[in-house]
């Protein structure tokens, strides 16, 4: 599997951006993706999940309210559209993927994209 992960950038404060991963190569008939961030110096976070059947999403309480996840199951194509983004928000935005039940946990994912920077000035 193969995860590309796109869409990051610099934005004030207060605005939006929308990253995308994308998934290739073995497909699985039901997954978790889930969004990661790490700031320099600081541990992976768990940002938000979805599932591919049911769309059953879970967000870590940092950014409740103001991201939003979401799947389009043809193309195998999750999306993270973050607004309202704060300085705090900057980080390095991964997607990761694994099979079947989320987690919130980095280790219990299985494949992992590239990462893409998001840098939120004040």
């Known amino acids: 599997v193969q995860l590309q992960a796109s869409g990051g950038g610099l934005v004030q404060a207060g605005g939006s951006l929308r990253l995308s991963c994308a998934a290739s190569g073995r497909t699985f008939s039901s997954y978790v993706m889930g969004w990661f961030r790490q700031a320099p110096g600081k541990e992976r976070d768990f940002v938000a999940a979805i599932t591919k059947s049911t769309g059953i999403t879970y967000y870590a309480d940092s950014v409740k309210g103001r991201f939003t996840i979401s799947r389009d199951n043809a193309k195998n194509t999750v999306y993270l559209q973050m607004n309202s983004l704060k300085p705090e928000d900057t980080a390095v935005y991964y997607c990761?993927?694994?099979?079947?039940?989320?987690?919130?946990?980095?280790?219990?994912?299985?494949?992992w994209g590239q990462g893409t920077q998001v840098t939120v000035s004040s």
């Open positions: 990761a993927l694994r099979s079947v039940v989320i987690s919130r946990t980095p280790s219990e994912y299985d494949y």
